[in-house]
């Protein structure tokens, strides 16, 4: 079957602007997370979603949103881009809970000039 | 709060040798533990992965790991390596969160290089 499909791979956006990525889970899959993976900080969690309904939150600001729509399907949003926002965003898609882990996908890869 | 301590950033090892890349866990609860892999430009691949079913754990592409509660730790071997597994290697814990669900808590991760 498919796996976690990410688009666009490759971002380059100019700081300031905002940015929209997606995520389309494993089918079936309906817990959905978010991750950014800098060469700093490393791999962070950014947020999850479940059934539509954002369960758990990063300690990231305000301008990371995201949502999850009825297929399962997955949008996060940075707005006021940073020069720090550039990293690798990572999605994650489970069938469970998620305690017995998370397909990844290949990621975007966000540049912000 | 859970977290994992990857020991070495770095790991070298000739092709054919033994890999082993350190991992200690922290978590109050019965953990679950991740090891994932991450090539160049790539997401991450799950290696592994323990739910406190048997403690020696194995994996894709000849990887084991075995977690030992005594020493907190969740190393990851395989007997023989291969240049093909030259990559980044991601130690990870699960913690359920207050809102339900898990988020997976990741160490600094090691840079496996093999030589000839």
């Known amino acids: 079957k498919a796996g976690v499909t990410q688009t666009p791979r490759y971002l380059i956006k100019t700081r300031g602007q905002q940015v929209t990525l997606s995520c389309s889970p494993i089918s079936g899959h309906r817990s959905v997370s978010w991750y950014q993976q800098t060469p700093g900080q490393g791999l962070q969690f950014l947020f999850e979603y479940f059934s539509e309904t954002q369960r758990n939150k990063g300690n990231f600001p305000g301008r990371f949103s995201g949502r999850q729509f009825s297929n399962s399907r997955s949008e996060m949003n940075v707005s006021t881009l940073e020069l720090g926002d550039s990293a690798l965003y990572l999605c994650?898609?489970?069938?469970?809970?998620?305690?017995?882990?998370?397909?990844f996908g290949s990621g975007t890869r966000l540049t912000v000039v | 709060a859970q977290s994992v301590t990857q020991l070495g950033s770095h790991v070298s090892v000739s092709e054919g040798a033994l890999v082993l890349l350190r991992c200690n866990y922290s978590?109050?609860?019965?953990?679950?533990l991740f090891w994932y892999v991450q090539y160049p430009n790539q997401g991450l691949q799950l290696l592994l992965k323990?739910?406190?079913?048997?403690?020696l754990v194995k994996g894709i592409n000849g990887f084991e790991a075995e977690f030992k509660k005594s020493e907190t730790s969740f190393h990851l071997t395989k007997p023989s390596a291969h240049m093909s597994d030259a990559a980044e290697y991601f130690c990870?814990?699960?913690?359920?969160?207050?809102?339900?669900?898990?988020?997976?808590?990741f160490g600094t991760g090691t840079q496996l290089k093999v030589e000839l």
């Open positions: 994650a898609s489970s069938n469970t809970g998620g305690e017995y882990g998370y397909t």
């Open positions: 990870a814990v699960s913690g359920v969160l207050t809102g339900g669900g898990n988020k997976l808590t």
């Open positions: 978590s109050s609860v019965p953990p679950y």
């Open positions: 323990y739910t406190s079913a048997a403690t």
